[in-house]
């Protein structure tokens, strides 16, 4: 199962706290990455943090996996755990004979 996790910056990091667990954070996430569990690593655009896309079991498996994050357990970060699947809308938004007429 994919699972987007969007980590959310707790009141309660610092910079010096942060600054403390950043490069665990990383080594904790390439080990995941080269696992296959991290499938993919963001950086965010519009404000410090980060989007991971989990391969898991199930979204318990997911929630229990980020709580091994070196930045959760130091209370710097949390995370929300978003279950996602294919896009099923295309089948009845489409017209079946528009779909066979690009099939062909």
Do not use: Q
Not at 38 to 59: I, M, N, W
């Amino acid at each position: 199962m994919k699972i987007l996790a969007i980590d959310k910056i707790l009141p309660t990091a610092t910079e010096e706290n942060v600054r403390g667990v950043v490069i665990p954070e990383a080594l904790h996430t390439w080990v995941l990455y080269t696992k296959e569990i991290v499938r993919e690593a963001y950086f965010r655009k519009d404000r410090p943090g980060v989007v991971l896309v989990l391969e898991c079991a199930s979204v318990d498996e997911a929630k229990t996996l980020l709580k091994t994050f070196p930045m959760v357990r130091a209370g710097v970060v949390d995370f929300d755990v978003i279950p996602l699947g294919h896009f099923v809308p295309f089948g009845t938004l489409l017209d079946k004979s528009l779909l066979t007429a690009m099939a062909d």
